[in-house]
């Protein structure tokens, strides 16, 4: 009998011990599934702007349609069973991004610019810049002003090179077969910008060189890279992703992590990090939109707010790429900016926000809109389009809506062209940047014109 009591004395100490040793591991599980989930989430976001290009439209949707239940499953610890559908959607997005990337894109070339750009061949040889022209090493392209230049690597990586920048592009190694990239550019003044993506299996080496002091990067990366004071002193942002900067050769080595840049000086080697706000979301005019010049006596461009921020960097171009800046607003303390109606034709805005140090973040998505002189017309068809949300949810920094408008309309959300099937139903995904109350315009434009607006939101409370 003594020793029945010894047992249930340790067996009532052992169970909780055990049963709460259990919870504790199957919670660090759900945990580390949930971290999965949103990681594929964002990747089929990655995805969402090629699937106009792919056959298996039907299963994105599918897939997309069925991230409720994957995180039903989560919280209600069918981890095994949320594992195998988050590992299917995951492969399913990188397959897009992969095929649609590797199969249009061809090895280094220009894919895109504007002004006057000269490309010294091997260092040597004078060769016109021309769209799809092959960029090998020890080329040298010089960007003179309002000229812009964007190369495309065959992994689907692109480097912009602004104007007043010249690079030297060291090493361009590309092997498809082999899944191997290896670029090495110098930069010798000026600014660029370095999109990487990496794609699954595939071997990258992508660095710039500024007097001694490499920025390398890896994976998925967005970042920005800017001499200043005459060469003596750089700037590098990460905007998403990671960044290494070795500098002068590794004497300092240390990551930019995203939304964070660094202020160096390539004389000492001294350096200072700060935090960059993130970007806001442009919202009037919104993209694709037309302007009527007979209507109105001038236009009103509105942007969501940044907090902790000293004001905003505002640019209005009549090119994409924004070598031709034809108004900038720089610490501009508002949201909203009313300029004299334009002349007809087609522009381009863009709005970032400047942090205490006077550093700018990340710019918004780009909009594009037109302004017209309009005859009169009477329109038959005055009913604007009906739109229904069905659902929006909320995963980590994520968002899913779902719902359904008209056939044929034209849907934008949030600045975004969104495909809508024949039966009008359509689904959007996308990240957010911001915590907290996040606006989801949404437009509907039907063939006469007519418009419907709607605003919802969604609550982010993870990054």
């Known amino acids: 009998m003594k020793y ?30 949930i971290k999965h989930f949103y990681r594929s989430l964002t990747l089929m976001q990655k995805a969402y702007p090629y699937i106009s290009f792919t056959s298996n439209k039907d299963k994105f949707f599918e897939l997309l349609d069925n991230a409720d239940g994957i995180y039903s499953d ?31 894109i061809s090895k280094a ?31 040298v392209i010089k960007c003179g002003p309002k000229s812009a230049c964007k190369i495309a690597f065959i992994d689907g990586s692109i480097f912009t090179i602004r104007q007043n920048t010249t690079v030297v592009f060291d090493r361009v190694m590309e092997e498809k077969g082999a899944n191997i990239l290896e670029i090495k550019v110098r930069l010798l003044n000026g600014t660029v ?13 992508f660095s710039v060189n500024v007097k001694g002091t490499l920025i390398k990067f890896k994976g998925s990366t967005s970042s920005e890279i800017e001499t200043r004071n ?35 000086n390539l004389l000492t080697g001294s350096f200072a990090k700060f935090k960059i706000p993130p970007a806001p979301r442009a919202e009037e005019p919104i993209n694709l939109s037309t302007i009527d010049r007979n209507s109105r006596s001038n236009i009103v461009f509105k942007w969501t707010p940044t907090f902790n921020v000293v004001g905003y960097l505002f640019q209005l171009s009549k090119d994409d790429m924004f070598a031709n800046v034809i108004v900038e607003r720089n610490g501009y303390s508002g949201t909203t900016l ?28 780009k909009i594009r809109f037109s302004v017209v002189s309009k005859k009169n017309n009477n329109f038959i068809d005055n009913t604007p389009p009906e739109v229904k949300i069905e659902k929006i949810n909320v995963f980590g ?59 919802k939101y969604a609550v982010v409370t993870a990054d």
């Open 4 to 33: 029945f009591k010894y047992f249930l004395v340790v067996l009532i100490i052992l169970i909780p011990v055990v049963f709460g040793g259990l919870y504790i591991t199957q919670k660090n599980k759900q945990k580390k599934v």
């Open 74 to 104: 989560i919280l209600l610890y069918k981890l095994s069973k949320a594992e195998r559908q988050i590992t299917k959607m995951e492969k399913f997005a990188k397959e897009i991004v992969e095929k649609r990337k590797s199969s249009y």
């Open 109 to 139: 070339h220009i894919s895109e610019f504007i002004g006057d750009v000269h490309i010294l061949g091997g260092g040597n040889n004078l060769i016109k810049a021309e769209l799809d022209t092959k960029i090998r090493s020890k080329d």
């Open 193 to 205: 910008c370095v999109e990487t993506l990496g794609l699954n299996d595939f071997t990258q080496d």
């Open 230 to 264: 005459g060469g003596k002193n750089l700037a590098v942002f990460c905007y998403d992703g990671n960044v290494q900067v070795l500098v002068k050769g590794g004497i300092s080595v240390f990551d930019l992590p995203a939304r964070v840049m660094c202020r160096l």
């Open 338 to 365: 009313i300029l004299p109606m334009l002349e007809s034709g087609t522009y381009f805005w863009r709005v970032a926000a400047i942090n205490n140090v006077n550093e700018r973040g990340q710019f918004s998505d």
């Open 397 to 455: 920094s994520v968002i899913i809506l779902t719902g359904k408008t008209e056939p044929g309309v034209t849907l934008i959300i949030n600045n975004h062209l969104v495909e809508v099937d024949s039966n009008g139903k359509f689904s959007y995904i996308q990240k957010m940047y911001q915590r907290g109350k996040n606006a989801i315009n949404i437009i509907a434009r039907d063939a006469a014109g007519n418009e419907t607006r709607i605003t």
